[in-house]
C-alpha cells in the first residue's frame, strides 16, 4: 500500500480530503496528517510517505517550501498541491519542482482521484509491479493510441488525404478507432499564454485539457481522439446527430473548466473553435479548415470564447494597392541599412490594417506571414545572411499571439532584431574593402591613385566601391585620397625643413601651384603660413 499524508491548517479540509477518496482501492492508506508545513515535514521524516497532498499556504512552513525540502529528502516523493489561490507564482515554482498535480478549491472528488490515480500507476512503473497480463495490456494500449494518433496527424497535417474516402469499417480496423455512421467533426482548442516557451507549463496544460475533455465529452461521443501540437490541441469527434447542440454546451462547459484550471498561470487564455459538422468523414478536411478559421479569429474577437459557424475568408490584402505601396516603402527602407526605417514601414502597415473594416484574423495573419517572406526575398536577393530557421521560428512564435496588435508588435520585433543584426554584420562586410582601400591609400598615397586602381585591390567595381567608400567615409575616394595627402603635408611642414617643393612631390602632387592652392582651400592658409604658425 501507498502511503499519503494530508497536510492542511484546515482539520476539516484534511477530514474531507480523508472521505472523497476510495482508498483501498487506489491502493493506498492515509498514514498521518498535520496542521503546518513544520510538523509535516517531521511526519515526512517519521511516516516515509509516498505521497504528500498539501495545501500551498501553511504556517511554518508553505507548501512550496515542503515541496523542496521533502524532495531533498526523499526525490521519489510525489505532491499533490491544493490551493485555493490563483498565484501564478506559486504554479511556476511547483512545476519546477516537478509538481504536476496542482488542483484548485473546492476540490472535486473526480479531479482529485484522477491525480491520485495516476500518481499510483507511476508508482507502479517505478515499482515494475505489473504482471504479465499487465505489461502485455500496457503495451498494446500505448501501440493502439499511437496508431489512433497517426490517423488523426495525417488529417491535421494534410497528409495522405485519400486516407479519408476509404470505408468506416477499413479504417475502423486500420487505425483501431470504432466510427459509426453519424456526424463527424474537428474542433482546435487553443491556448495562449507566453509561459508555454516552458515544455514543462505546455505539459502541466496538456494533461489538464486531456482530463477535462474526457470528463466533458466521454459519455456523449461515440468516438474521440486528441492530437496536441504545440500550444493547439485538435479534437476529432463522431456523434449521433441528436446529440449535436448538447455537443456545443459541453464544449461550454470545457471551456469554463480550462478558464479555472489555467487561471494559475499568467496571461493564460482558452479559446475554442469548433469546425463544421459534417456526415461523411471525408468532409472532415472542410471541417478542420473552417476550425482554423475560427482559431485565427480570436485575434479579431479576442480569446477565451467559444467560436462556431461558417467563416471564409475574404479577399487578401496582400493583393491591394495598399499593399503594393507597402512593398516599395519596405524595399527602400531595407535598402537603407537603417532599422528606423525599416520599423516606421511596419509600424504604418500595422497601423493601417488595424483600422481596417471588416478584416478577418486569418487575413491578419496571413499578412504578417507575407511581409517576413518579402523580408526574406529581400535579404536573400541582396544576398545579406538572417537566421536560417527565421520563418520557422517566427510562424512558431506567431502562433502563441492572442491579438493582432500583439501579433504585428511580436512581427515588427522579430524582423527589427534579426535586421539590425543582419545590416550590422552587412557593414562590415562592406567596411572591409573600404579598410582594405584605406590602408592601401596610407601606403601610397605619395604616387598617382585612381579609383579603378583601388577597386582592383578590394575586388568590387568601380561604381559599388564608390557607393559603398561614400557611406562609409562621408566622402568620395579622391577626396578622401586628397585628405590623407593634406595631412601628410600638414605633418611635414611642421616636423621638417623640406621646401614646399619637396614636400609637394612627397604627397604625390607633381604641380606646386595646384599642391599651394589645395593646401589653402584644406587647411584656410597657404603652406609658408602654415608652417610659421605651427612649426
Same mark, same amino acid.
Given at each position: 500500500m501507498?502511503?499519503?499524508? $494530508?497536510?492542511?491548517?484546515? =482539520? *476539516? $479540509?484534511?477530514?474531507?480530503? =480523508? *472521505?472523497l477518496v476510495d482508498w483501498e482501492t487506489l491502493g493506498m492508506e492515509v498514514a498521518a496528517f498535520a496542521a503546518d508545513g513544520i510538523e509535516a515535514m517531521e511526519k515526512v521524516k517519521e511516516h516515509h510517505p509516498d505521497i504528500v497532498i498539501t495545501d500551498i499556504r501553511m504556517p511554518g512552513l508553505d507548501g512550496l517550501e515542503l515541496v523542496r525540502l521533502g524532495k531533498e529528502f526523499n526525490p521519489r516523493m510525489e505532491f499533490v498541491i491544493i490551493s485555493g489561490y490563483r498565484h501564478f507564482e506559486y504554479a511556476q515554482t511547483a512545476i519546477r519542482h516537478g509538481v504536476s498535480n496542482y488542483i484548485l478549491k473546492p476540490i472535486k472528488k473526480e479531479e482529485l482521484t484522477e491525480s491520485l490515480g495516476r500518481l499510483a500507476e507511476r508508482f507502479r512503473e517505478k515499482t515494475e509491479q505489473l504482471s504479465y497480463e499487465e505489461k502485455v495490456k500496457r503495451t498494446l494500449k500505448s501501440d493502439t493510441e499511437t496508431i489512433r494518433k497517426a490517423f488523426l496527424s495525417d488529417i491535421v497535417l494534410r497528409r495522405n488525404r485519400e486516407l479519408l474516402k476509404q470505408p468506416l469499417e477499413t479504417l475502423n480496423q486500420e487505425f483501431h478507432y470504432s466510427f459509426r455512421p453519424g456526424n463527424f467533426c474537428t474542433a482546435i482548442l487553443k491556448m495562449d499564454s507566453h509561459v508555454f516557451d516552458d515544455e514543462r507549463n505546455r505539459r502541466f496544460m496538456a494533461d489538464k485539457v486531456r482530463n477535462a475533455i474526457g470528463q466533458q465529452l466521454e459519455d456523449c461521443v461515440w468516438e474521440q481522439e486528441l492530437l496536441f501540437v504545440e500550444g493547439f490541441c485538435y479534437v476529432l469527434l463522431n456523434f449521433e446527430t441528436e446529440t449535436r447542440p448538447e455537443i456545443r454546451r459541453r464544449f461550454r462547459g470545457l471551456l469554463d473548466q480550462l478558464?479555472?484550471?489555467?487561471?494559475i498561470l499568467e496571461n493564460f487564455s482558452v479559446t475554442i473553435a469548433l469546425g463544421t459538422v459534417c456526415e461523411r468523414l471525408e468532409e472532415?478536411?472542410?471541417?478542420?479548415k473552417n476550425a482554423r478559421l475560427l482559431i485565427e479569429e480570436r485575434l479579431i474577437a479576442g480569446t477565451g470564447k467559444l467560436l462556431d459557424g461558417e467563416l471564409s475568408a475574404n479577399g487578401s490584402f496582400a493583393e491591394s494597392e495598399e499593399f503594393t505601396e507597402f512593398n516599395g516603402l519596405m524595399s527602400q527602407a531595407l535598402e537603407s541599412l537603417e532599422v528606423f526605417a525599416v520599423r516606421e514601414a511596419m509600424l504604418k502597415l500595422k497601423s493601417r490594417m488595424l483600422s481596417l473594416r471588416g478584416v478577418t484574423g486569418h487575413e491578419i495573419l496571413q499578412m504578417t506571414r507575407e511581409v517576413c517572406n518579402l523580408y526574406l526575398f529581400f535579404m536573400k536577393n541582396y544576398r545579406i545572411r538572417i537566421e536560417e530557421d527565421f520563418l520557422e521560428s517566427y510562424n512558431a512564435g506567431a502562433d502563441n499571439c492572442a491579438s493582432a496588435a500583439e501579433l504585428f508588435d511580436y512581427m515588427i520585433r522579430r524582423i527589427t532584431a534579426s535586421y539590425e543584426k543582419a545590416a550590422k554584420q552587412k557593414r562590415q562586410d562592406e567596411n572591409r574593402p573600404v579598410r582594405s582601400v584605406k590602408k592601401y591609400v596610407s601606403e601610397h598615397y605619395?604616387?598617382?591613385l585612381s579609383l579603378e586602381q583601388v577597386s582592383e585591390v578590394a575586388r568590387l567595381s568601380p561604381a559599388y566601391l564608390s557607393t559603398i567608400f561614400k557611406k562609409d567615409t562621408g566622402m568620395t575616394f579622391l577626396e578622401y585620397v586628397s585628405k590623407v595627402r593634406m595631412d601628410m603635408a600638414k605633418q611635414l611642414l611642421k616636423e621638417t625643413n623640406l621646401t614646399v617643393a619637396d614636400i609637394c612631390g612627397r604627397v604625390g602632387y607633381s604641380d606646386v601651384r595646384y599642391f599651394t592652392k589645395t593646401f589653402a582651400k584644406y587647411s584656410g592658409l597657404k603652406p609658408n603660413e602654415y608652417r610659421k604658425l605651427y612649426s
Open positions: 501507498l502511503k499519503v499524508l $494530508i497536510a492542511d491548517d484546515e =482539520k *476539516k $479540509i484534511c477530514q474531507l480530503i =480523508k *472521505k478558464r479555472v484550471q489555467g487561471g472532415l478536411e472542410a471541417s478542420l605619395n604616387e598617382p
